[in-house]
């Protein structure tokens, strides 16, 4: 069963291969709903925005705040501060690294029901295990930035996580934190790595490192990138190939 809703302002897709899932797709989607009142930044009554407004002290902050905050502050320490989920007038952002880690948490879902064929994807982060209803691997295509309509690369995951960051959809909304400027010089960068957690906080990352970010992914063991620059020329690292292989 495949099915896809808008949530947290993006579209979410669960395809449960093989099976009618109906119940479980269902679990699925109330699990991002739930994420969504907690972490989102655009709804008043969000754990976040109580958080932001200062009516809400870290002593009452819920169990999956605390594990959402103390991974952002991991991966800002293995980043040198890149990712940061600290805004220039203070507030807190975790979306950064929500998105990765609910698609993961979602997946964990899937898995507990006994179900080992799915794929998950918000806002073009990914998730997938097994195999689809064809029988065939999961496969994911990486748009070009410049043309939406053409796919430039495809990726099959085989069970790794795949997320994009990238200026191409949301325009241009990352920063590098250390200098507060906005990232001009690459349009769109695509990282894998072992889970979709891993793959999308360090996305977010590579990418306001700008053209260092993909540097840093070749050095990062099991992490794997593709960036697409301003000037329309694409680097992967040296292992992504072996992923785009069927």
């Known amino acids: 069963m495949r099915d896809t809703r808008i949530l947290m302002g993006m579209p979410i897709t669960v395809d449960i291969a093989g099976a009618s899932g109906a119940t479980l797709v269902e679990a699925v989607f109330d699990y991002f709903e739930h994420i969504d009142r907690r972490f989102s930044t655009y709804r008043t009554d969000s754990e976040i925005s109580a958080i932001n407004r200062g009516d809400l002290p870290i002593r009452d902050w ?21 990712f940061d989920i600290r805004k220039p007038d203070g507030s807190l952002d975790p979306s950064g690294i929500v998105k990765g880690w609910a698609i993961r948490n ?24 097994g195999r689809n209803a064809s029988g065939l691997d999961w496969s ?3 748009r070009n930035p410049f043309n939406a309509e053409e796919i ?28 507060a400027d906005p990232i001009t ?3 769109s960068l695509t990282v894998i790595g072992s889970d979709v957690l891993e793959a999308d906080r360090f996305a977010t990352a590579a990418f306001a490192m ?17 960036v697409v620059d301003s000037n329309r020329r694409a680097t992967p690292t040296s292992g992504f190939g072996a992923f785009c292989q069927p």
């Open 185 to 187: 010089e690459i349009v």
């Open 210 to 226: 700008g053209r260092q970010g993909i540097l840093f992914l070749e050095q990062a063991p099991g992490l794997e990138g593709y």
């Open 62 to 82: 819920s169990a999956e705040m605390m594990e959402v905050m103390a991974l952002a502050a991991q991966t800002k320490n293995q980043t040198d501060g890149y």
């Open 106 to 129: 979602a997946a964990g879902i899937v898995r507990r029901a006994g179900v080992g064929d799915f794929f998950i994807e918000a806002g073009g982060d990914i998730q997938s295990c």
């Open 140 to 142: 994911v295509g990486i």
């Open 152 to 179: 430039i690369k495809i990726v099959y995951p085989r069970g790794h996580g795949v997320a994009t960051s990238g200026t191409y959809v949301r325009g241009q909304h990352i920063y590098n934190p250390l200098g």
